[in-house]
């Protein structure tokens, strides 16, 4: 059976935070990759979905408004909601849902949703793990094997082949190296094993995993662990 994001992050949300704050800089390029081609513009208003512990902040111009929400758990009290129902929050320039699509059950469903609460003319930036790609197979393999929720079976997509609401214009599909950069191995295994929450793994066993799956490499005596995903970007051409 294949756990939807509700489910995943009540179990291994807290987990997942902790990584996140405790590593702050190591998705640095995978959070600002977000607005490669277009720009975030002064005073903006910016829907962060899901956003669990609320990472996008520090990656926007200060005079950006960023809002939260979550599926899941209460994480610096994000509100919660459901995926597939208006938030009823007005006046959006853009959203951001990054890499969590692969845990919504009902891709249709969402789009038509996040294309029902950003205003006319606003952007959508989505960011995922994409179809038979290295990291979904390391994913579904690898993580699903130790993860403390019992597995992992991604909703992946081609992304040029999926259907998109007819009120949302397709701008740019791409992929963009994103890799996850740290001081040494020894913090990226440790990042890897609470990110994903992995249970009884060595940590011999999960670097090596890291190399068979993905690869990494030293440079400037920073690890860089070769991370990528697809990065789409649509308009709403609602009235």
Known sequence: MK????????????????AMNKYPNARDKEFYSLFTRYPIKNNE???????????LK???????????????????????????EK???????????????HHIKDLN???ANL???????????????????????FLDEFVGRYTSTGEHKGLYYNWNSVKFPRDLSVLSIYDIECPWIFQSENSMVDYCKLLFDLQNISDKDLLNG???????????????????????DLQSTRE
């Not at 756990?3 to 902790?18: K, L, V």
């Not at 938030?87 to 699509?101: E, M, T």
Request: proline content about 3%.
């Open 109 to 111: 469903l969402f789009l």
């Open 3 to 18: 756990m939807e994001y509700e489910n995943i992050f009540r179990h291994r949300g807290e987990s997942y935070d902790f």
């Open 115 to 137: 294309s029902s609460n950003i205003k006319n003319a606003g952007l959508i930036h989505l960011a995922d793990v994409s179809l038979n790609s290295n990291i979904s197979i």
């Open 58 to 84: 520090k990656y926007c111009p200060d005079d950006t408004t960023v809002l939260s929400l979550d599926f899941s758990q209460s994480i610096n009290n994000i509100p919660i909601v459901s995926p597939y």
């Open 210 to 232: 890291l190399k068979k799956y993905i690869g990494y490499t030293n440079i400037n005596n920073s690890i860089h662990l070769n991370w990528h995903l697809t990065y789409i």
């Open 45 to 55: 208003t910016i829907l962060d979905v899901p956003s669990l512990g609320g990472y």
């Open 87 to 101: 938030w009823n929050i007005s006046n959006l320039d853009r959203i951001v849902c990054l890499a969590s699509i």
